[in-house]
């Protein structure tokens, strides 16, 4: 396998560690075919002006982070960009203490194109916006560069391209501060461009600060942080860009709130969200959540409590077992196959080579034997994941590397060779299930 040091060991330590791998995933990329068809066919009609929603259920470590991974680089490499971020206690979809707005902020913040993919591409966006307008009236008009009349003619065609965000909600605003966008970039104000794009990332807390700054008497808030990701969606489009992508993980978090009001209020938001995309209210845009069976099924605290969610994304009677609908907006990922696990693993043997520099002289039969030893275990088919498998072979990986001497099928058929624990997949103990706010 030819694969920079630098990447495989990025894959091997964070993989290690449980976590996904920024960079390097086509490497690793096992089974998910199907998963992976359907978000392209998603990504496919955002471009087209249309919009998505879904959700990607799964229990911990079976790969909905991996997944959301891989799509978040496919995307990119559509010229989409993508906005991902994870919600927590301080970060949910509505709250009115900051935390919708800490959302959004932590989105804009990991806004990301396929050449910045490490976030932070906001100001790139806009600038490269006003470049490619002034390239383009140059053309049309058969301007040099120095022409004095490139300025006027550009405010002109800047005019005409956002003019159809003033009949969105906050699009006039939000139109208005892309033009005190381009003054600033005309004139090399870099102070100014750094306030707008501040008002952008929300970091404006009151209107009167926003005022006396910019001009503009509106700031964005708990409530209507939505609105100015659709008109992010559009603008984005306008700029050049396919689309825009927003990723949204640890859905457990809403979940686990313990007031139930609070948690209705965050799945009306979803509604909201999921309605926008299914009707056609929003455009150029893709959403994608993701969390555990309790945290979507769960009829008690979870999606399902909201009637209006269960109701629009309860599976129908034919998409069972093997047989699901690509389509549906639920994807429940399916168990890798223990062929695909074999697959993976023999990935991971020429990584940790490569990465280590040695041959390697693990065998197939060796990797089989490891397989059947992890799905050996009590309970093995239903609570092992691919999170498990992985940690427990690198570090096999890893003591036969450190020890030459050391024989791997002795290894693993001696007590000295600790499993990975499977992770706890139930975030409320059931007999304290009743006992909510």
């Not at 409590?305 to 077992?321: Q, V, W």
Request: proline share 3%; glycine share 8%; with cysteine.
């Amino acid at each position: 396998m030819k694969i920079p040091k630098r990447i495989a060991s990025v894959i091997i330590n964070s993989l290690k560690g449980g976590v996904v791998p920024r960079i390097g995933l086509p490497y690793i990329t096992v089974g998910r075919e199907n998963e992976i068809d359907a978000f392209l066919n998603d990504i496919e009609i955002i471009g087209e002006g249309g919009a998505a929603f879904r959700f990607i259920v799964g229990k911990y470590g079976s790969g909905k982070s991996f997944l959301l991974q891989t799509v978040r680089n496919y995307a990119m490499d559509k010229n989409m960009v993508v906005a991902d971020a994870d919600l927590s206690p301080e970060r949910r979809l509505q709250g009115t203490r900051g935390q919708g707005l800490a959302t959004y902020k932590e989105l804009i913040r990991n806004m990301s194109t396929k050449t910045r993919p490490e976030g932070g591409a906001l100001t790139l966006i806009l600038d490269r916006w006003i470049s490619g307008l002034q390239t383009e009236v140059m053309n049309e008009n058969s301007l040099g560069i120095d022409d004095d009349r490139i300025p006027a003619l550009t405010e002109r065609k800047i005019s005409e391209v956002i003019s159809s965000l003033n009949e969105m909600v906050h699009g006039f605003d939000f139109a208005r501060l892309l033009t005190v966008y381009y003054k600033a970039y005309l004139n090399g104000d870099d102070e100014s461009k750094a306030r707008v794009v501040k008002w952008f990332r929300g970091e404006y807390t009151t209107k009167t600060e926003a005022k006396a700054e910019l001009g503009v008497n509106i700031i964005i808030t708990d409530d209507d942080w939505y609105e100015y990701i659709k008109l992010f969606a559009l603008f984005l489009k306008k700029a050049g860009y396919s689309g825009l992508l927003i990723l949204i993980d640890e859905l457990v978090n809403i979940y686990k709130i313990p007031n139930s009001i609070t948690r209705q209020y965050n799945y009306e938001k979803i509604l909201t969200m999921y309605n926008d995309t299914m009707q056609g209210k929003a455009q150029y845009m893709g959403i994608i959540m993701s969390g555990t069976p309790q945290c979507i099924e769960d009829t008690r605290r979870g999606v399902y409590s909201y009637e209006a969610l269960k109701s629009r994304l309860t599976e129908g009677r034919f998409g069972k077992g093997e047989l699901r609908d690509m389509s549906a907006p639920v994807i429940k990922l399916a168990p890798l196959t223990y062929e695909e696990l074999l697959v993976l693993i023999e990935k991971l043997t020429e990584i940790h080579a490569v990465l280590y520099e040695y041959t390697p002289d693990v065998t197939e039969n060796d990797m089989i034997e490891f397989i059947k030893l992890e799905f050996s275990r009590i309970g093995a088919d239903s609570a092992i994941t691919p999170r498990e498998v992985i940690r427990d072979y690198i570090e096999l990986l890893n003591i036969i590397h450190q020890n030459p001497g050391a024989d791997i099928k002795s290894l693993m058929s001696s007590d000295g060779f600790s499993f990975a624990k499977p992770e706890p997949q139930g975030e409320v103990a059931a007999e304290f299930a009743e006992f909510e706010l």
